[in-house]
């Protein structure tokens, strides 16, 4: 495949490039400097082999680092090309990333990709079969914390497919694995707990199923994706039909072969009993590109000069930081280069000339002492990577475990871990932690908190490294998050210009269409414009939109459009907000103005029923008094004109 390819999709540098390319600069140094030693003699070459490893094992460093960020810039553009609908090209960047990447664990990344591609169109047997290869490919040693918790995930989706497929064993023995995982996060358990519910439901047993529902009804209605959001509510609807038949059963329907499948016909192959009561999730991103050009377009100059400062305005100085690292290594070298001129100088000391020269000792002794330095560096060098791998793991358990605490209910348990999270000394765990914050007070509708929550988390990514090591999904999630409270706080030129930087700068975040539209959303119902909210969410998509997101979509539908939206929609909507006040809460706060237009129809319906009512009335009133006076003789207009 042609190497243009990346550029053709718009792919930049990635900001991890400037740093890999310093570490081959250094490990050049360092080999150089081996080189140098050696020949400056003290016996052998010897002397200069462990700077000649040094500098290797950095370089090594370097070119890993560098073909990382591309292969992960390739892979995330796919996942938001899919998420969008443009199923062809993130089939096209897969392939690309597939025969120019060596790394374990981007492949097993692409085989979870291809997986839920392959269940997308209903090809399950495909679909395990990627599944199984993401499971069964071996690990990658430098990146063990990141390969368990993909490991989770392809799990998960394996149990899913297995329970789809009839292998309840398999399922089973998966969903245990998720369970018991410490890096599974919310989103990979509720699969699971979704795999589980489909082994129920093949089951039959009903009343399991009914209790495991209601149990783990957090994890699955707020962590699945939209598709996978509506199977579940498709069950809960099923049980309640098959409890009070107040619900007819449909006929169940042959899923069409090939191509991207509806709703109900992925529904019929993952579980055929709830498909005839599956309803189509807002799986749109209709409006995705109206951020995309001319949104950013509106940005106006102030307000882009505002975002790039707050872009920037945390970030210690590349020069300071540069030549802090320069002094440091200048230092060592020249406590080497002293020490290994004190230890081989050849002014010999003085002695009697009656007293006979001994042979000379043997220089093993100052050679070794030459040789530890560099041993020694080395050894920190790869102490230091085990150390850094070991405790982000820790972190990341710490993390997972306060998220998935938050997921079942327990959330001042996991908003106290978030907090102590918070005071890390890694910057990329801190500023982790703080865009959850950020997430959980924007569930709550607490804009001002969440709002604080980012800048707080961009503050901990204030070194060129830190930032191009989140450069992937940590800085643009945050700056997303914030460009999202912006605008349900009426700060539309913020949002805009702050979208307008995510665009540019971090095209390959793998949730970008996304942002755009959870902020176009937003936008357009801080102004007013409910029909233009809806407009957002007609064409057919993916996007992995949470349970909020989701019913502000639903809600500006309806509102705009109740006659196309059907009474069922609306009577399920407002049996929604009245049984669920934290989303009610949350409505109010994001976009009071789409709740208030909802509102409305049940005013005009209460009218539109009352009219109807006085009209039957008064219709019954004239035909009693038409028949009376036909009864007395005489004719109602009759009499009136008399």
Known sequence: MARELPARFGITPHAARRMANRQIALGGVMAVLGAGVSAMGLGSVAAGLPFGMAGALIIAIGLRTRSMSVAVQVVNKAYN???????????????????????????????????????????????????????????????????????????????????STGDRDGAAADIEFVRASALASPEVLARAELAAAVLLERSGDREALRAHLLRERSLLVEHTRPRERALVRAYQRMLKAKASSVYRTGAKREPEAGGELSAADWAARISPEAAPFMRAPALAAGGVEELSRAEVDRADASARAAAEGRAGSNRQPVAKAARRILLLWLALVMVFLGVWQLLNSDQAPRVAPEVERLPAEPIFGPLA??????????????????????????????????????????????????????????????????????????????????????????????????????????????????????????????????????????ASYPFLERARLRVALALRTREGDIAGAARLTERDADLPLNARDELLADVCRAAASPGTAGAGEVERLREELRLDAASRRWLSAIAPAALAAFERLREQGDAEALAGAEALAETEALAEAEALAEHAGVRPRDAGAA
């Open 369 to 506: 002492i030459v040789l530890a330095f560099p041993v020694f560096f080395i050894v920190m060098l790869v102490g230091a990577v085990l150390v850094n791998a070991v405790r982000t793991r820790k972190l990341s358990q710490r993390f997972v475990a306060a998220q998935v605490a938050i997921a079942k209910g327990e959330a001042q348990r996991g908003k106290a871990e978030l907090e102590a999270l918070t005071r890390t000394k890694a910057p990329a765990a801190a500023a982790q932690a703080y865009l959850a914050l950020a997430e959980l007070s924007d569930r709550q509708g607490e804009l001002l908190a969440a709002l604080a929550a980012c800048e707080a988390g961009l503050a901990r990514l204030n070194t060129d490294a830190a930032r191009a090591m989140a450069a992937d999904i940590l800085l643009p999630a945050l700056l997303a998050e914030r460009a999202f409270v912006f605008a349900a706080m009426g700060r539309s030129a913020d949002a805009r210009a702050e979208m307008a930087l995510l665009a540019e700068r971090y």
């Open 81 to 163: 090309l899919a998420a969008s609908g443009q199923r062809e090209d993130a089939a096209e960047l897969l392939d690309y990333a597939e025969e120019t990447c060596r790394s374990r664990y981007v492949l097993r990344v692409i085989d979870v990709q291809r997986a839920l591609a392959a269940m997308q169109r209903g090809d399950l047997a495909g679909a395990l079969v990627r599944a199984d290869a993401a499971v069964t490919r071996r690990t990658d040693p430098l990146a063990f914390h990141l390969e368990h918790a993909t490991i989770a995930a392809a799990r998960s989706l394996r149990a899913l497919l297995r329970a």
